[in-house]
């Protein structure tokens, strides 16, 4: 009894961050991504990446296309901006680690599309992301 007792109080007086990071899997995570993304919701879509988190176009490039969250918040929003039709199928998925590697199909744009993205989580937001076209 006394150990249900000191979990539960554990559990109360811990920070709601670290019980919300505790949580963030990289598959919840890359999923929220997804589903923010389809939605064109750019508050969700942004909020997934780290503060700091890079994106590369390619794999294999060395510097990213875009780093930071306010370039990706800003780069993805005008992206849904011109593209209200834009969405993204899942067409397969693997975790490995803090890895989640996504086969998507890309529709609502001038031509669809087919890419992996390969996305790394850290601390339960999108640190890298690299893409394969």
């Known amino acids: 009894m006394k150990t249900y007792l000191f979990v539960l109080l554990s559990l109360a007086l811990a920070p709601v961050s670290s019980l919300f990071a505790q949580d963030r899997t990289p598959l919840a995570v890359v999923q929220q991504q997804l589903d923010t993304y389809n939605a064109q919701d750019i508050d969700g879509f942004a909020a997934v990446f780290a503060e700091d988190a890079e994106i590369f176009m390619n794999i294999g490039d060395t510097v990213p296309a875009m780093r930071g969250r306010a370039e990706i918040r800003a780069r ?7 593209n209200p039709q834009n969405k993204s199928t899942l067409k397969g998925r693997m975790v490995q680690g803090p890895f ?33 076209r």
């Open 100 to 132: 989640v590697i996504d086969h998507e199909w890309i529709t609502g744009r001038d031509t669809a599309f087919s890419l992996v993205a390969i996305y790394e989580v850290q601390e339960g937001l999108i640190t890298r992301a690299w893409f394969v």
């Open 76 to 82: 993805y929003g005008t992206l849904f901006e011109e």
